[in-house]
């Protein structure tokens, strides 16, 4: 196995994290799960809306590629670490299919996924230097607020969209396992400040991403 330098660790970094705010050279594991859907009938009006949707989607997958990189980077177990990198590829899977959606619906992604990526890979540095039972309820905790907006979303699709549906229902699937993954590698329960302050970093990107 190859040993990197510092300086070749930090490129790598550099490179991966301009490769998530730019969507770009994204490999993904998995077939988007829409692709064998017929596109719906719908208005002008209800694109923008989707778009608006799938746009803070990819934010939420922006910023979980920044945050298990953050918390891989100051994980004190190797297991942990290795298992935070595995979850990430699932994550990226989610990011490119977000991105394919917008695209298909005309739209664009967030202007401001370089401030969304920084502020959740310092969240994620920060996780993971509170010790790996912090880190893994961290992980816990972002996984569980994730679900509950993506069931949200789920609500405010137009019926006929079947195929942002399908999109979303494999997220909420994928950020479910996430959640048990952190519950059986000894998460720890967050304080309820803790969780408040998550909250509310999330209602702000989650409101100002709809539209920037």
Not at 55 to 60: E, T
Not at 101 to 120: D, F
Not at 157 to 179: F, G, V, Y
Request: proline share 3%; with cysteine; charged share 25%.
């Amino acid at each position: 196995m190859r040993n990197y330098s510092v300086i070749d660790k930090f490129i790598l970094k550099t490179n991966s994290a301009l490769q998530t705010i730019h969507g770009q050279n994204a490999e993904v594991i998995r077939k988007n799960p829409a692709t064998d859907i017929p596109e719906s009938n719908l208005t002008i009006a209800e694109k923008s809306h989707i778009t608006g949707l799938m746009r803070v989607n990819h934010v939420g997958e922006v910023c979980a590629q920044a945050l298990y990189e953050g918390q891989a980077l100051t994980a004190r177990s190797t297991e942990n670490r290795e298992k935070l990198q595995t979850a990430a590829l699932e994550e990226v899977d989610h990011l490119v299919w977000c991105e394919e959606r917008i695209k298909e619906l005309g739209g664009r992604v967030s202007y401001l996924n370089p401030l969304w990526y920084t502020a959740s890979l310092m969240l994620g540095i920060l996780a993971g230097l509170a010790g790996d039972a912090v880190n893994m309820g961290f992980l816990a905790e972002t996984e569980r607020q994730v679900e509950k907006h993506l069931t949200e979303h789920l609500k405010k699709l137009p019926p006929q969209d079947k195929k942002t549906q399908h999109i979303l229902e494999q997220m909420r699937a994928d950020e479910i396992n996430h959640a048990v993954f952190a519950e059986e590698n000894g998460a720890a329960d967050l304080p309820l400040a803790i969780r408040k302050l998550m909250q509310i970093f999330s209602k702000f990107m989650t409101t100002t991403a709809y539209w920037i």
